[in-house]
């Protein structure tokens, strides 16, 4: 087990951190990318790991000269989302963790998820009511790389953001982590790397 006694808070992200829901959602990209005409990089996409949706959208709009309206193609997608009626599973070493320190110290989420989406998530899960603080992208203004999602977790858990260490997925959350003055251990395919 992973020795965090050095802090007072942990903050993980969701989706491909704690719940490996990313496969799914990269598909429901892939979908919506093909209704709008939008070129599909699988690797690109999941790099955007954590981003909004909306946001997202804007990225793609920039990055291939498109001028696709972020709330009709966010809504397409979070409808192909819904449609596909999965239940991820959740990620057995991440869980582990969270079950391990939960008892003795602070557990939040800081997710670039919706509301509605974490909510019916965690709480299929059984996590939902184990939690100090969830932040999703509905709560923010900025969405990651900006560091209000995990600043804000921290805020509502009580502690110090130079006390907490995040768990996540893509670098864009590494950058957030970092940008609120917090320590962050990478999960890669289901495995924590330290």
Known sequence: MVDLSAYEGIVFDMDGTLIDSMGAHMEAWRMTCE???????????????GVPTRKTV??????????HNPDTVALYKRN??????????LIAETVDIFHHYRPDM????GTGSERNHALHLLDHHGLL???????TATDV??????????????ELMGVAPEKCVVFEDTEIGLEAAQRAGMDCILVKDGKVRI
Do not use: C, R, S
């Open 35 to 49: 209704e709008f005409g939008i070129p599909f990089d699988l690797q690109y996409m999941h790099g955007l790991g």
């Open 58 to 67: 804007e990225i793609l709009n920039e990055k291939h000269g498109l001028t």
């Open 80 to 89: 192909v989302w819904e449609a596909m009626d999965l239940m991820p599973e």
């Open 106 to 109: 602070k557990v939040g989420i």
């Open 129 to 135: 009511d184990k939690l100090d603080a969830l932040v």
């Open 141 to 154: 203004t900025h969405g990651k790389p900006h560091p209000e999602t995990f600043l804000k977790v921290a």
